[in-house]
């Protein structure tokens, strides 16, 4: 797909936000991307946007696995850290209180039990040194979140709206944060 081709499907809506649904292989289905360019007369997308999407709709099969652990991270991380007010059965712990309540068991569960809502793609990304996009998902506990591409790899997973440059000396930034969350 060249440039041309997405750039003449975009549309834009008065806030300089184009929108664009794809065929993502990843998930064998259209996935609306939003693409966030500056405020212009006639908004376009830069040759690293394009080059974004293009990795995006490239990523490896074997992505989807990444996906898989990341989105099971989510859940032991939310489980561990927040109550969403699942009462434990005897000899139960509140964290298996929530994955019995939730019907998660393991990596395959959360990411059944997950969607994808959509691609972002933000020019503000064109000043990093790295390509990023960000996979929103409503995750299996009932959060939005951010999965993190960069340069057309799965790195990691932060709260929607995440700071993307923190992923540029450290891959596992967020990763790195919620470990020290645990650890405290």
Not at 5 to 30: A, M, R, S, T
Not at 106 to 116: G, I, N, P, R, Y
Not at 142 to 161: P, T
């Amino acid at each position: 797909m060249k440039k041309q081709d997405i750039e003449k499907n975009i549309h834009w809506d008065h806030y300089g936000i184009g929108y664009i649904d794809l065929p993502l292989p990843l998930f064998d289905k259209v996935i609306p991307f939003e693409l966030f360019v500056e405020k212009e007369a006639n908004p376009k997308i830069s040759d690293k946007m394009f080059a974004t999407v293009q990795d995006v709709l490239n990523l490896k099969p074997d992505s989807i696995e990444e996906i898989k652990e990341l989105l099971w991270e989510e859940c032991n991380f939310s489980f561990t850290v927040a109550n969403y007010g699942c009462r434990p059965k005897d000899g139960e712990t509140v964290k298996a209180a929530h994955f019995r309540e939730f019907g998660i068991n393991d990596l395959h569960d959360a990411f059944e039990k997950s969607s994808v809502k959509g691609i972002q793609i933000h020019c503000d990304s064109d000043k990093l040194e790295g390509r990023y996009a960000e996979i929103k998902m409503e995750t299996a506990t009932d959060n939005l979140i951010s999965i993190v591409v960069k340069n057309g790899k799965v790195i990691d997973y932060d709260e929607d709206g995440t700071y993307l440059g923190g992923f540029e000396s450290d891959e596992q930034n967020a990763h790195n944060n919620r470990e020290r969350v645990l650890n405290q």
